[in-house]
């Protein structure tokens, strides 16, 4: 990993059109800005304006309910549902010593399962808010961003060095997770410990955040210190996480990532995550170099990350 002072800009549009050799760029792109800094901001990715700014909406439209209609659909075992502050915590973090709750609440959709089946963690059905609009902005949203989380992974196997074909049938019936952030602002003079979100890295493969205009992300670099990541109008902010730096044998890099809200202004995000399906072993591929990491299963990981950082899924240990 390099030092960096800014976030790459990479044009997804061969993703959908283009030569051989627009398409072979952009590999080569994703390449050079994921294997040196890990984050980047994505533009002409296709996602029309009007389905982003109807989450957006339903977000705030949801935040603003009473307590009591939030606390109906509380986050369940199934982690969909509403997330209170000061309910999550970084406690896994390798990058901070974190012992206070991350300071934002959000609504958790996954993928809709018409029920939950047995022996496959996290599948089910999702809770809904009792709000006009609401559930259809939210599916017509992961619907769109599911297609654009596969297309992004297909590219970043070939960055990797990999065969799609040895990985992609894991994103057959996708984990995907989509966000509604809402960060209170937070004192210029509180503790330094004390973060809208800590620092972190994600743990699956793709995260595709979508953000306001507040400000607060901001991501690591080799050197310590921590660069700006401001919203770009029309772009996503795209990052690898955990399980792709593993897939990628490390060529991919998952690097760290923290928000703090000192502006004084409410802010609102939308992370959607894109991820294999939970039965999905996870190690280095061919085609990457000689495996630096052994073998885990995603499932397995999972649990053992939520019941870590989550209250709701601490009571099932």
């Given at each position: 990993?390099?030092?960096f002072?800014?976030?790459?800009?990479?044009?997804?549009?061969?993703?959908?059109?283009?030569t051989?050799?627009?398409?072979?760029?952009?590999?080569a792109?994703?390449?050079?800005?994921?294997g040196?800094?890990?984050?980047?901001?994505?533009?002409?990715h296709?996602?029309?304006?009007?389905?982003?700014?109807a989450?957006?909406?339903?977000?705030?439209?949801?935040?603003?309910?009473?307590?009591?209609?939030?606390?109906a659909?509380?986050?369940n075992?199934l982690?969909r549902?509403?997330?209170?502050?000061?309910?999550?915590?970084?406690v896994?973090?390798?990058?901070a010593?974190?012992k206070?709750?991350?300071?934002?609440?959000?609504?958790?959709?996954?993928?809709?399962d018409?029920?939950?089946?047995?022996?496959?963690?996290?599948s089910?059905?999702n809770?809904?808010?009792?709000?006009d609009?609401?559930?259809?902005?939210?599916e017509?949203?992961?619907?769109?961003m599911?297609?654009?989380?596969?297309r992004?992974?297909?590219?970043?196997?070939l960055?990797?060095?990999?065969?799609?074909?040895d990985?992609m049938a894991?994103?057959?019936?996708?984990?995907?997770?989509?966000?509604?952030l809402h960060y209170?602002?937070?004192?210029?003079?509180?503790?330094d410990?004390?973060?809208?979100?800590?620092?972190?890295?994600d743990f699956?493969?793709?995260?595709l955040?979508a953000?306001d205009?507040?400000?607060?992300?901001q991501?690591?670099?080799?050197?310590?210190?921590?660069?700006?990541a401001?919203?770009i109008?029309?772009?996503?902010?795209?990052?690898?996480g955990d399980?792709l730096?593993?897939?990628?044998?490390?060529?991919l890099?998952?690097?760290?990532?923290r928000?703090?809200?000192?502006?004084g202004?409410?802010r609102?995000?939308?992370?959607?995550f894109?991820?294999?399906?939970?039965?999905?072993d996870?190690k280095?591929?061919a085609?990457?170099?000689?495996?630096?990491?052994?073998?885990?299963n995603?499932?397995?990981?999972?649990?053992?990350?939520?019941?870590?950082?989550?209250d709701q899924?601490k009571?099932?240990?």
């Open positions: 990993m390099t030092e002072t800014e976030i790459p800009i990479l044009d997804v549009s061969p993703l959908f059109d283009g051989d050799a627009d398409k072979a760029k952009l590999v792109d994703f390449q050079h800005a994921y040196t800094t890990g984050f980047g901001y994505i533009i002409n296709g996602i029309d304006p009007d389905i982003q700014n989450v957006f909406a339903a977000s705030s439209q949801f935040h603003a309910l009473p307590m009591a209609a939030k606390m659909v509380k986050l075992h982690h549902g509403y997330i209170p502050i000061n309910t999550s915590t970084d896994n973090s390798k990058l010593d974190v206070k709750p991350n300071q934002s609440a959000s609504f958790m959709m996954m993928r809709e018409i029920a939950e089946i047995p022996d496959q963690f996290l089910g059905p809770q809904w808010p009792d709000l609009g609401f559930r259809p902005a939210l017509a949203y992961a619907k769109a599911s297609d654009l989380g596969r992004l992974m297909h590219i970043a196997l960055a990797a060095g990999a065969n799609p074909q990985f894991a994103f057959d019936t996708p984990t995907t997770w989509l966000r509604l209170p602002p937070t004192s210029p003079q509180s503790p410990d004390l973060y809208g979100s800590a620092p972190h890295t699956g493969c793709l995260t955040l953000q205009d507040v400000g607060g992300l991501v690591k670099t080799p050197a310590g210190n921590w660069v700006d401001p919203r109008e029309g772009s996503f902010v795209v990052n690898v399980m730096h593993r897939l990628s044998n490390g060529r890099l998952s690097t760290p990532h928000v703090i809200n000192q502006s202004r409410e609102y995000s939308c992370p959607f894109y991820d294999p399906h939970v039965t999905a996870i280095p591929l085609g990457t170099g000689t495996p630096k990491f052994n073998p885990i995603f499932g397995d990981f999972l649990r053992g990350e939520l019941q870590a950082g989550y899924h009571a099932a240990l």
